[in-house]
């Protein structure tokens, strides 16, 4: 059984930081691209970023520059750190996962948590 769980979210003021984490289980880790998709209501989804255990980090051009993703593959989990956040990247942030090659389309990714909610107060 495939699990995805995000972590990490809440309220904070905008130029805050906040560092979300997804720890997977259920496959093998180290062979699985991870991505990070956000959406706000009444929004498509939308990527935010997206690596495999090789390949340059991606970035949405929204978030490049205030946001970092990293992995951990001893502990199954990949991160976003965001910096300077702003009113706008007020949504709930979703973990995805799929083999292997990172994609920026959600529907390429076959698992997903359940989300964590950011909000940015201005």
């Known amino acids: 059984q495939v699990q995805l769980v995000e972590s990490g979210g809440g309220l904070v003021q905008a130029g805050g930081s906040l560092r979300l984490s997804c720890v997977a289980s259920g496959l093998t880790f180290g062979n699985y691209a991870m991505a990070w998709f956000r959406q706000a209501p009444g929004k498509e989804r939308e990527y935010v970023s997206a690596m495999s255990g090789t390949i340059t980090p991606i970035y949405s051009d929204s978030v490049k520059g205030r946001c970092t993703i990293s992995r951990d593959n001893a502990k199954n989990t990949v991160y976003l750190q965001m910096n300077s956040l702003k009113p706008e990247d007020t949504a709930v942030y979703y973990c995805?996962?799929?083999?292997?090659?990172?994609?920026?389309?959600?529907?390429?990714?076959?698992?997903w948590g359940q989300g964590t909610q950011v909000t940015v107060a201005s």
């Open positions: 995805a996962a799929r083999e292997t090659w990172p994609s920026l389309i959600s529907r390429d990714y076959r698992y």
